[in-house]
Nanobody, 121 residues
Framework: QVQLVESGGGLVQAGGSLTLSCAAS???????MGWFRQAPGKEREVVAA????????YYTDSVKGRFTISRDNAKNTVYLQMSSLKSEDTAVYYC???????????????WGQGTQVTVSS
């Protein structure tokens, strides 16, 4: 079982930056991890994902060049650095983990409670 707790959300102006953190507990060795988001009235979508080693990453097209996912396995923490934020980035952001494997795409098995990111224009 894996428990995930997100932090770092908040209100930021368009063009600004924000870094989300996800602290994991439990068995996360070899687990790919990802960040998802869900805006009001929209389906949850994958934003970024990272392999256990950090050598492989995935980004949805709308965040490429603006967001960076990283992880520190010694701290059991995954980060999402967000810059050049836009109003359309406003959403609840969720951290997620998969059971051990190499595939980064959904489905994911474990979820955090989510953290709100609001970008004001």
């Amino acid at each position: 079982q894996v428990q995930l707790v997100e932090s770092g959300g908040g209100l930021v102006q368009a063009g600004g930056s924000l870094t989300l953190s996800c602290a994991a507990s439990g068995r996360t060795t070899n687990c790919p991890m990802g960040w998802f988001r869900q805006a009001p009235g929209k389906e949850r979508e994958v934003v970024a994902a990272i392999s256990w080693t950090g050598r492989r990453t995935y980004y949805t097209d709308s965040v490429k060049g603006r967001f960076t996912i990283s992880r520190d396995n010694a701290k059991n923490t995954v980060y999402l650095q967000m810059s050049s934020l836009k109003s359309e980035d406003t959403a609840v952001y969720y951290c997620a983990a998969k059971r051990a494997g190499v595939v980064l795409t959904p489905p994911y098995d474990y979820w955090g409670q989510g953290t709100q990111v609001t970008v004001s224009s």
